[in-house]
């Protein structure tokens, strides 16, 4: 799974230092849930029991590598969600700050959406987005994801961006 810039796989053993990398730091974290580092135990716990499980039917979290310089630059994928008490499948995407502003986020989401849509059959995809996250939202209206509504996500409040095949 590539795109231009991008390549994308699983994440291994060998890959916890960089994930830990993106949970210590208080850029990365500051919208994705309560918006905290986490220890390196912590981040290993996510890793263990979360991430390297959730590889099912071609959803999950993949590493993206920068290709050019083969070095991991962040992660993003299709998870499963439970929003409102509806099962929903979210776009998601963590990019290294060092790497922001080269259009990586957006890059690995597009690859993500057609992905999810034309190898997974997903009609309908999500992000959920935290309301102050202004990068975020600019990724999801270039994906042509609309506004949906508010709601709270893990007591969080947060924007649901929406996007169906319909549209």
Known sequence: METERLQ?????NDD?????????????????????????????????EWL???YREGRGLYLIIHKETEQPIGHAGVV??????????????????????????????AFFKQYASQQLGLKRLI??????NERSVNVALKLGMKHEKDTAFNT????VYAWTSDQ
């Open 52 to 54: 390297l499980p959730g």
């Open 16 to 48: 916890f230092p960089f994930f830990a990398s993106l949970w210590g730091d208080q850029d990365v974290v500051q919208f994705i849930g309560k918006g905290v580092t986490r220890s390196a135990e912590e981040a290993q716990k996510s890793f263990k």
């Open 156 to 159: 969080i409040p947060v924007n």
């Open 127 to 132: 992000c959920l987005i935290q309301q102050q």
């Open 80 to 109: 499963q969600q439970a929003v409102d008490g509806k099962k929903e499948f979210e776009i998601g995407y963590w990019i290294a700050k060092e790497y922001w502003g080269n259009g990586y986020a957006t890059e690995a989401a």
């Open 8 to 12: 994308f796989r699983c994440y291994t």
